[in-house]
């Protein structure tokens, strides 16, 4: 610029240093390790998010093997439940020498599994009993 014929404004340039220090002023400090915290931040970040995957997958693990066993569960109940309904009218008419008697297993989510003994001894008819031995 010297070259030029055009003098320095000395003064400008100490007013512009003096704005860009209250600037880097206003920034504050630099954090000299703010990498490094970065880098453990992502890896911790990294690190829950595998925790948070494993934990959804196990989640749908168990739900699949929970509703596997109610599907088994129901089945052996059922297999159970008309053995015994068998064994219960053949004892009935061999105790009773005939007539008619069955158990019925009644809507399980309207009375929660109750279960009724129908019985009709030989000469006789019946309603329905409850019969409180019998529920769960």
Known sequence: MAASGVGTDWAAVAQQVESLQKRLDEIGPVNLVAIDEYEETEQRHQFLSTQHDDLVSA?????????????????????????????????????????????????EKRRAGERHRHRRPPARQTAPEHHPALRR
């Not at 739900?63 to 569960?73: A, G, H, K, P, S």
């Not at 061999?94 to 008619?100: D, N, Q, R, S, T």
């Open 59 to 107: 989640k749908a693990q168990l739900l699949e093997v929970i509703n596997r066993i109610n599907v088994q569960t129901k089945e052996m109940f059922t297999v159970t439940f008309n053995q015994i309904r068998d064994n219960f009218r053949t004892m009935f008419v061999e105790v009773f020498g005939g007539g008619k008697a069955d158990l019925i297993l009644t809507d």
